[in-house]
């Protein structure tokens, strides 16, 4: 592996690196780089240290046969001061233990998480932070916020999505796009992130990649309930650089009983990644990902009358260059491409009249590039620049149609082509005030082409020692966001809207109960302005549109809206140290909207409260047993108006008593057990998973059946087992 300074990715000459609880270790070369033969298979904890810095652990450390291990370990320089240092081994990193509203996650860790299936999103979900969908959906809700909310960064890399049947406009989707296997490690920031991210009000998960194996040719096959798939990976110009390549066929037409659906998803995924050393302080990165989706709907399937069809297609290249211009800092600059293509078409069941088409395709091209210096450790400057030159074409259909407040809304016929351009510019100060004290001060300007908006938002938190174990952080930050091209498109009025603005307020409290235990508890204030409505739909939020399936055709928008959440949350994290692992979390929040017509409503995701519980127990480097339980309050949803559907065939909402009602509670009981087993030439990990183990009915909806005029309710995930393994060589 490699250990680096974590503020400036300079190699650390001469750090100790060490087998926990056996004789084993090396010293760091000149490069960063170690090696350590002679560990037996098996899982391991690491221990790295060298004076000037805090000594971390690295837990999940997995050593199988015939096969080479590599580590990227970042080490948090001490921030000297006055008194006595103490010097303690611990499993969270400073940006764990001191950034504000922050969970990290490792490659282990995502893909051992009882009941998400190696979807990160789904591991993430359990966050406190994230308020609940459904099961059929893995949508990031984040504090009272919409899917369309949140920011996610791969090396450096902007994507617009990471689901398979992405919605269009949004962050969400049903199936995860990402191999986990190449996943290193992943950091997500529920609030109060810093300047260096921007155009998103709720949130930002960094993700980053691991690289293929740089001594030798490695294989994997796998089967799981996103489906098969192939793993490759090896050197180039050993030892300097390494590629490795994942592809993926869904089979989820054998499971379609259980998922509440008669029609057939079907989607397969490439990631590819190649990295090259040019020279020490120069590495290069090539990346790219794509998805292909399909689905066919007909009316023979539960609550549909009409036939669908729907073909989406994600592309996205990149390059990423990290220089380490100076001892005490480094730069990464990015190039990418993103695409999507969106392709839905909608007939009547009976007449195969066309009621909706949509044939759009977005495309991005941006450059990307951060700079970080640290003169010293009290002391770090960050600053930066992003560019997007958006190109677009959209194509939709949406006939006259009686909406769900018994309004008639005309047909949408739009053919357009949209080229824009976004800008953004950033810079941040972290400095330390004391020997207990740090701040950090920044500020973001945004400049959109299409409504000529510039926004300004300032950022600043601070970070307070109580003592060794015990931290007190606060934040502040404005937040803006441009509405999605889909809807600003639909109405020549929707350019002139304002962007959407969020306020931050966090104030929270961490403490180390133990070196492999952290407790958080955090406060937050969101506040939201210049939130869009639909004038003929008055009552409802239309951010809120975007945690469903299809592209929302609202048409005309106005600004102006007014939406707050707030909340109280509190999580403890137990890093696998010994044999136990688990996490245990619980949340309070009430999320709310100002309508057109001066009513304050609760938001769609109002669950008010949210309990997750991961306990994991491995008794011995084969077997390892895992358990997940989620309860969320009830969502709220609008009641029909029964006898006006039953009048026009349709289904007509309660327009006076939008999100008046409770779904009931949803919780969720998963198991999972795994076992390993090592050969001379390969490796087996294979798994069982149980989903929604006592079977309990949790509402995903009640729709209005016109056959039959009167309400029906539909599941999520009944009882499902399903199994799985990889076949490592």
Request: charged share 25%; proline share 4%; with cysteine.
């Amino acid at each position: 592996g490699r250990v680096v300074d974590a503020a400036t990715q300079q190699p650390l000459l001469g750090a100790n690196v060490a087998v926990m609880g056996r004789q084993l270790g090396v010293s760091v070369g000149e490069d960063g780089r170690f090696a350590i033969a002679g560990v037996p298979v098996g899982l391991h904890r690491l221990q790295i240290s060298i004076i000037g810095y805090e000594t971390a652990i690295r837990p999940d450390v997995v050593v199988r046969s015939n096969r080479i291990t590599s580590v990227q370990i970042e080490l948090d320089e001490t921030a000297l001061g006055m008194g006595e240092v103490v010097v303690t081994a611990d499993y969270f990193s400073a940006i764990e233990e001191e950034a504000v509203s922050t969970v990290n996650f490792n490659f282990e860790e995502i893909r051992r998480s009882p009941g998400a299936a190696g979807d990160i999103s789904r591991l993430v979900q359990t966050l406190p932070s994230v308020n609940m969908n459904t099961d059929q959906r893995n949508d990031l809700i984040v504090r009272g916020g919409s899917p369309a909310e949140n920011l996610t960064i791969i090396d450096n890399i902007e994507i617009p999505n990471i689901n398979h049947f992405p919605t269009q406009g949004a962050s969400g989707g049903p199936v995860g796009l990402l191999n986990t296997d190449l996943i290193a490690d992943v950091n997500f920031y529920a609030g109060g992130f810093s300047a260096e991210y921007g155009d998103r009000l709720s949130s930002v998960m960094v993700i980053d990649q691991r690289e293929g194996n740089r001594e030798e040719f490695d294989g994997e096959v796998n089967l799981g309930i996103a489906g098969a798939g192939l793993i490759l990976e090896g050197p180039i110009g050993r030892p300097r650089g390494s590629w490795i390549l994942s592809a993926r066929r869904s089979y989820l037409d054998l499971i379609v009983d259980a998922v509440g659906t008669g029609a057939v998803p079907k989607y397969s995924d490439v990631q590819a990644m190649a990295t090259y050393d040019l020279k020490p302080e120069h590495q290069f990165e090539l990346l790219a990902i794509s998805g292909f989706d399909a689905i066919d709907i007909s009316p023979d399937d539960e609550a549909e009358d009409d036939f669908a069809a729907v073909a989406t297609d994600q592309y996205i290249a990149g390059a990423n260059w990290r220089w380490l211009w100076s001892t005490k800092g480094y730069a990464e600059t990015s190039l990418a491409y993103t695409c999507s293509d969106y392709g839905v078409n909608v007939l009547d069941g009976e007449t195969r009249q066309v009621l909706f088409n949509n044939d759009s395709r977005e495309q991005k091209l941006a450059l990307r590039s951060n700079w970080y210096f640290a003169p010293r450790p009290s002391r770090a400057v960050k600053w930066g620049i992003v560019t997007r030159h958006l190109f677009s074409d959209f194509d939709i259909f949406d006939a006259v149609d009686i909406n769900r407040v018994n309004n008639v809304e005309d047909e949408l016929q739009l053919r357009e082509e949209v080229a824009t351009t976004k800008l953004g510019t950033f810079a941040s100060l972290q400095q330390s005030l004391g020997a207990r004290l740090s701040a950090t001060i920044g500020a973001r300007l945004e400049y959109f082409d299409l409504n000529e908006g510039l926004d300004w938002s300032p950022r600043i938190s601070l970070v307070g020692k109580l003592d060794e174990r015990t931290t007190l952080t606060a934040a502040f930050g404005i937040y803006y966001q441009t509405l999605p091209l889909s809807l600003l498109v639909q109405h020549p009025d929707n350019r002139r809207l304002e962007n959407p603005r969020a306020d931050h307020y966090v104030v929270g409290l961490r403490r180390r109960l133990t070196p492999n235990t952290l407790l958080s508890v955090e406060a937050y204030q969101k506040n939201y302005t210049e939130s869009p409505f639909d004038p003929d739909d008055p009552t409802i939020l239309v951010v809120d549109y975007f945690a469903d399936f299809g592209t929302p055709v609202p048409g005309r928008l106005v600004g102006g809206g007014k939406a707050q959440s707030r909340g109280v949350e509190s999580l403890i994290q137990k890093k696998l140290a010994e044999d136990v692992y688990g996490t245990l979390s619980y949340a309070y929040s009430i999320s709310q909207y100002t309508d057109l017509t001066g009513v304050e409503r609760n938001r769609t995701f109002d669950n008010r409260h949210l309990i997750s519980i991961i306990v994991g127990y491995r008794p011995s480097d084969r077997f390892e047993y895992s358990v997940r339980w989620r309860y969320a309050g009830g969502r709220p949803y609008t009641p029909f108006d029964q006898e006006l559907s039953r009048q026009l065939g349709q289904a007509i909402i309660q327009r006076d008593r939008v999100n008046s009602e409770r779904y009931s509670a949803y919780h969720r009981l998963d198991l999972r057990f795994d076992y390993r087993k090592h050969f001379e030439n390969f490796n087996l990990v294979s798994f069982f998973t149980v989903l929604n183990t006592y079977n309990r009915a949790n509402i995903f909806t009640y729709y209005w059946d016109s056959d039959e005029s009167r309400v029906k309710r539909i599941d999520q995930w009944s009882f499902l087992p399903v199994g799985g393994f990889e076949l490592e060589f």
